[in-house]
């Protein structure tokens, strides 16, 4: 079993319209969670971290669950410009190893 | 201010040729990381230096080696190359005071025939 693990979608969204996906991490010691963001056939880039109370980052909200050992990414008002891969990243232990998930792709259309 | 900088952007090599890929950054970070993205799989970590001098395996070493050159430069060295490390190769760079928010390169697009 992966140690993160994404649904690869694409999940189709129409401009304007909200869209939610989850990651799993089956480690439970995985003590950091992050949001990475990467465009086609582009680097990777940080889009936020996510914290044990929620947190919001404008139009994007990311929650964490250890109980069931989830993070989620929900996206309102969506864009077209937010299409692109969105990537679950968890930490665990050692120093600065990031574990990446395989990625959501995002589609939104006009 | 350049970032993260990688050569070259793409290759294609014949199995059992070796080649270096380069990487260089100019945010004067002391951590840098060597990964590779497959489709399905997620980045994987290959490298990694937590500060000029010193370098440790990550997930996936076997086939790799890396120099850490200075405190811009992190290269990584194919000796003998094989089909499975057809891939897409990214350098990372990070700052001590906050490990998690990595600054990726461009990336290596590599092809082994």
């Known amino acids: 079993r992966k140690e993160v693990e994404q649904d690869p979608g694409p999940f189709n969204v129409p401009e304007g319209a909200t869209v939610a996906f989850n990651c799993t991490y089956s480690?439970?010691?995985?003590?950091?969670f992050f949001w990475y963001r990467q465009d086609c056939r582009k680097e990777p880039k940080l889009l936020m971290s996510?914290?044990?109370s929620g947190n919001e980052d404008g139009r994007f909200t990311a929650q964490l669950n250890r109980a069931s050992q989830y993070i989620s990414l929900l996206i309102r008002d969506s864009k077209l410009s937010d299409s692109a891969t969105y990537l679950c990243v968890v930490v665990r232990g050692s120093w600065g190893k990031l574990q990446f998930g395989a990625g959501t792709q995002v589609v939104v259309t006009p | 201010n350049a970032g993260v900088t990688q050569t070259p952007k793409f290759q294609v090599l014949k199995t059992g040729q070796s080649m270096t890929l380069q990487c260089a950054q100019d945010?004067?970070?002391?951590?840098m990381y060597w990964y590779r993205q497959d489709p399905g799989m997620g980045l994987r970590l290959i490298y990694y230096s937590a500060s000029e001098g010193t370098t440790d395996k990550g997930e996936v070493p076997n086939g790799y080696n890396v120099s850490r050159l200075n405190k811009r430069e992190f290269s990584l060295r194919l000796e003998s190359a094989a089909p499975s490390q057809t891939s897409v190769y990214f350098c990372a760079s990070t700052t001590s005071g906050y490990l998690y928010e990595q600054y990726f390169g461009p990336g290596t697009r590599l092809t082994v025939t």
């Open positions: 480690n439970s010691a995985s003590q950091s």
């Open positions: 996510v914290y044990s």
């Open positions: 945010m004067n970070h002391n951590s």
